[in-house]
């Protein structure tokens, strides 16, 4: 299937352009860090992005805009150390817009006719500006128009915060527990208040139980199967892209494995929207009925997996508990990397653009 790319209009692409133009001339990444956060609220939306500016480290340079409150929570455990960037998937769970400077072969040739139609041009070799979204699951991918408007109105902001630092107008970027919110005033053409607020919470993952088939529970049941040692199950993302949508997105994988030999007894693969739990159980109950085996207990690595999957354990004998390292799926995770990588490109599927930024 050929990938689709958003329609934006030429005027919203010249805002967000010129936005970007003034961002790289300010170069707010000489009084700003990663851990200043300046927050936008659209108004006509009601969204909020949380804006980091990038380059303090020397790496690259540009401003990541993290949506609502998924996106800043992702933000808080990379800078609090929460995320292992193996372990995680960091590279398929932002949920982001970015702008990255970089050279002119670096961008796609969608952004090469944006720019044409646009009549712009950058001089430095490393100021061309990429805009990309990303949504957990999916790879980086071109803007919407409602993304290039916040992006727009975040770059602004940003720009307006690190010229009040400059002259001294504010000292702070951030306090604990605390963002700065910039609200663009449509009543005053383009003016910002801004306003302290509390640290938007993540919504607590659901805790649903996957529907239980009487019939398949009799059927795993009768088939004899023997008591094993303990299991691990896990859902992982793999970094090939997959190409058969509108927009590439990362494929996951759910794994069984027994702990002690690291055998694995299921393998399933499945788009990103897939429900977890259903994944974990249907995984589960597969194994149990090929192997005829049932684990004293499974570990899985999230509470709410086995607040979810307690039913099922008691419905066929097996308790659930946590674990923070699943060693079995670790060992199977870093295999099947390894493999992938020695027939394509390395990690992320992309350009070393995309790998040197860890998407």
């Known amino acids: 299937m050929k990938q689709t790319v958003p329609s934006v209009s030429l005027s919203i692409w010249r805002d967000l352009y010129t936005s970007a133009q003034k961002f790289r001339a300010l170069q707010p990444w000489k009084t700003m860090g990663d851990t200043d956060v300046v927050g936008i609220r659209d108004p006509s939306s009601g969204e909020t992005g949380f804006g980091v500016v990038m380059g303090s480290a020397g790496i690259l340079t540009g401003f990541c805009l993290y949506r609502g409150a998924e996106g800043f929570h992702i933000y808080r455990q990379v800078m609090e150390g929460g995320i292992d960037f193996k372990r995680d998937d960091s590279f398929a769970i932002q949920n982001c817009i970015k702008l990255e400077f970089g050279l002119r072969r670096e961008l796609k040739k969608e952004d090469h006719a944006i720019i044409r139609a646009l ?133 996951r994988m759910t794994a069984v494995c027994q702990q002690s030999s690291g055998f694995v007894f299921q393998g399933i693969l499945s788009v990103p929207e897939s429900p977890s739990i259903e994944l974990l159980a249907d995984a589960i109950c597969s194994s149990i009925k090929a192997h005829r085996l049932i684990p004293e207990t499974i570990f899985v690595r999230r509470a709410e997996e086995v607040a979810a999957l307690m039913p099922l354990g008691k419905a066929l004998g097996f308790t659930v508990r946590t674990r923070t390292n699943l060693a079995s799926v670790a060992n199977l995770k870093e295999t099947l990397l390894e493999s992938l990588e020695k027939g394509r490109e390395p990690f992320g599927g992309g350009s070393k653009k995309e790998r040197r930024r860890g998407v």
């Open 119 to 251: 009549s712009f041009s950058f001089r430095e070799t490393d100021a061309w500006p990429e805009f990309r979204s990303q949504l957990p699951g999916y790879a980086p991918w071109f803007l919407t128009e409602a993304e290039a408007r916040l992006l727009t109105l975040g770059l602004n902001a940003a720009c307006l915060h690190c010229e009040k630092l400059l002259e001294g107008r504010f000292d702070e970027s951030t306090r604990d527990g605390e963002c700065l919110i910039y609200l663009p005033d449509e009543r005053t053409n383009g003016e910002y208040r801004s306003r302290w607020e509390p640290w938007p919470a993540p919504a607590a993952p659901p805790v649903t139980s996957p529907e239980l088939d009487p019939a398949r529970i009799t059927e795993l049941r009768g088939i004899g199967a023997n008591k094993d040692t303990p299991w691990e199950a896990d859902i992982f993302y793999l970094p090939g892209l997959i190409l058969d949508r509108d927009k590439p997105y990362y494929m």
